[in-house]
């Protein structure tokens, strides 16, 4: 049977894996406008879609996100204390990953409306990676536990055969 180290490493090696291996492409600036457009209205996140960036270099970047003929504007402040390579080739890189203000259609949010708004979908954001993480680890158990099952019987049936 796998030691409790051996399992314990597996299971690290498997989440390390997914850190590196995103399911999602999407620039975290605009997943989070989605879910801040999502918890201000009171829609399912799936229904928003990314709807284009204005960037004024430095001062700041609007991620816009659009649900039919409802919008949601994000505004990120200039972070970059010398753009590089990176930053020329995802101008978003440059900016917060936080915003400083958003637009949901008139109404404006900053301060701590806005400050309380971001800690709830961080409170979503970090509720859904565990969950995942969770996920991941029961499954990784399950292999794990399959195998050993496996390995076991194998080696039941080699000293079968060897009597």
């Known amino acids: 049977m796998l030691s409790k180290q051996i ?3 597996i299971v690290i090696a498997g989440l390390l894996g997914l850190q590196g291996c995103s399911e999602s492409q999407e620039d975290p600036r605009i997943g989070f406008c989605r ?4 918890d201000l209205t009171g829609t399912d996140v799936a229904a928003w879609r990314h709807a284009g960036d204005r960037i004024v ?4 970047a609007e991620v816009m996100v659009g649900n039919g ?3 949601v504007s994000c505004f990120y402040a200039y972070d970059a204390v010398e753009p590089g390579a990176m930053e020329h080739a995802t101008p978003l890189l440059a900016y ?3 915003p400083y203000e958003v637009h949901v259609g008139e109404r404006v949010l900053k301060g ?3 400050t309380q708004a971001v800690e709830h979908q961080q409170r979503r954001w970090n509720r859904a990676l565990f969950d995942k993480a969770k996920s991941t680890i029961d499954r990784a158990r399950e292999g794990v536990e399959q195998a050993a099952e496996a390995a076991k019987g194998k080696l039941e049936e080699m000293d079968r055969e060897i009597r």
């Open 69 to 71: 003929d409802r919008k």
């Open 7 to 9: 399992l314990s490493g």
């Open 57 to 60: 270099e430095p001062e700041f």
């Open 96 to 98: 917060s990953t936080l």
């Open 35 to 38: 879910g801040m457009a999502s």
């Open 112 to 114: 701590p409306a806005l």
